[in-house]
């Protein structure tokens, strides 16, 4: 099969028939461009997250191979990001998401359900006067990100602030290889979080609230079993985790949803539908593109020899759309009742923060179609971030009716 241009399909408005076509003729493919093999069925995918012959200690090779002066400049983003849960395996994993699933337990979650929907409601109100909004910057990265700040126990209005270096960040953890000072960035940005944190937590120490972070300086204070670094980075890992997955979640969602009138209409005349929608949205065209994993023993997979150290890309888009995993899977369809996408991941990595996700866009989507009516995109053409951990656009112009 020739090469694959993998990069055009993080960016394209429709990479299905791409991956489909991927997934048929070359399900394991090495990719020259990205130095690494992509995944596109769906058992493979599922195999690759959580299989111990494949690792997710993805960032050591890269920081290894640094030379000495540009690991001194990059000192912030080497020290903190490996860091990170997901990086690691167990023990060190599982030692640290027991200290932080308290946090995110369906009754913790539960409880915050009220808020979430006030804030939802707030959110709309702030625009439906207009007839028009870009529903991106006014609502999908509005709801998210005030939600973590508030589980954090920080001001909603440091976000900006905090999204500014998050972004920064995130051109270091996904974003292209073309950027310019990816690297520069990504440090400065993480060096900002760490400081930003850092006080946070010195201010918390001596004023414990009832959030998150007072949660893990409790756990870390009492039990040892954080060490002050950890504490940090977890600060940061979920601000940039916990906010513009949930925004691509809810961008592409409604996306999804105006193009099915069919679907929304259902939705509209049946909120309790609202779960099964959010499942459908995050398999059909769901905020994950690519999750990373490192081969850990040598193997077979479908007659290729994987090496140990060689990259793999478990593409999540092409999992959810496989035909042997998905009945009729290019079809958009709220009342699937069986829907084991992986958007999540699998295994011990399972994102910690699904339920939190699942809650703001169960909160939001029923209220978004029963506020709003006629909603239409005004824009022929949209962005697509040029990411390949995540997919989700840039803007989405909407005009409507108020109901
Ligand atoms: C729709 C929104 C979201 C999506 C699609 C998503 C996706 C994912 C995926 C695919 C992983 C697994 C990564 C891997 O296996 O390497 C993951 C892990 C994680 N996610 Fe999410 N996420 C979302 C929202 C959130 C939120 C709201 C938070 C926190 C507030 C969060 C926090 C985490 C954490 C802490 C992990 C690491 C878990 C571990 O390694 O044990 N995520 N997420």
């Known amino acids: 099969m020739p090469s694959f241009d993998i990069k055009s399909i993080s960016r394209a408005e429709n990479p299905f028939p791409a991956l489909a076509q ?17 995944l596109t069925r769906y058992d493979d995918v599922r195999k690759a997250l959580r299989s ?14 640094l030379p000495e002066q540009k690991a001194r400049e990059l000192a912030d983003l080497k020290h903190f990001i490996p860091l990170w849960l997901v990086f690691h395996q167990p023990p060190t994993h599982t030692r640290l998401r027991t200290i932080m699933t308290p946090g995110f337990l369906p009754s913790v979650i539960a409880r915050m359900r009220p808020k979430i929907e006030a804030l939802v409601d707030d959110l709309i109100d702030e625009f439906i006067d207009r007839g028009t909004v870009e529903f991106i910057d006014d609502f999908a990265l509005r709801l998210p990100g005030y939600v973590i700040m508030d589980l954090l126990g920080v001001p909603r209005s440091d976000l900006p602030m905090i999204k500014t270096w998050s972004d920064e960040l995130q051109l270091f953890i996904g974003g292209s290889k073309v950027t310019v000072d990816k690297y520069a960035k990504a ?19 001596a004023h414990p609230d009832q959030d ?8 870390r204070d009492e039990t040892g079993q954080m060490s002050e670094d950890e504490l940090i980075t977890t600060c940061i890992l979920l601000v940039f985790g916990g906010h513009e997955t949930t925004t691509n979640l809810l961008g592409n969602g409604l996306l999804a949803l105006i193009r099915n009138p069919g679907e929304l209409e259902k939705l509209r005349a049946n909120p309790a539908l609202a779960a099964m929608a959010v499942e459908e949205c995050l398999r059909y065209d769901g905020p994950s593109g690519s999750v990373v994993r490192i081969v850990s023993e040598d193997h077979e997979l479908e007659g290729k020899l994987l090496r140990k150290g060689d990259r793999v890309f478990a593409m999540i888009p092409a999992a959810n759309r496989d035909p042997a995993q998905f009945a009729n899977p290019d079809k958009f369809d709220i ?46 053409k949209l962005e697509w971030r040029d990411a390949t951990v995540m997919r989700g656009i840039t803007a989405l112009p909407l005009a409507f009716r108020r109901a």
Do not use: N
């Open 187 to 205: 440090q400065h940005g993480t060096h900002a979080m760490a400081e930003y944190f850092r006080e946070v937590i010195r201010r918390k120490r």
């Open 212 to 219: 998150f972070i007072s949660m893990l300086i409790e756990a």
């Open 22 to 38: 991927l997934r048929k003729q070359d399900p394991v493919h090495w990719s020259p461009a990205f130095k690494g093999w992509i």
């Open 335 to 380: 009342e699937r009742s069986k829907s084991a996408h992986l958007t999540f991941g699998q295994g011990v990595h399972f994102c910690l923060g699904a339920p939190l996700a699942r809650a703001e866009a169960i909160a939001a989507f029923p209220k978004l179609v029963s506020r709003l009516h006629d909603i239409h995109v005004t824009t022929d």
């Open 52 to 65: 111990p012959q494949y690792s997710s200690d993805r960032l050591r090779p890269f920081f290894e191979s």
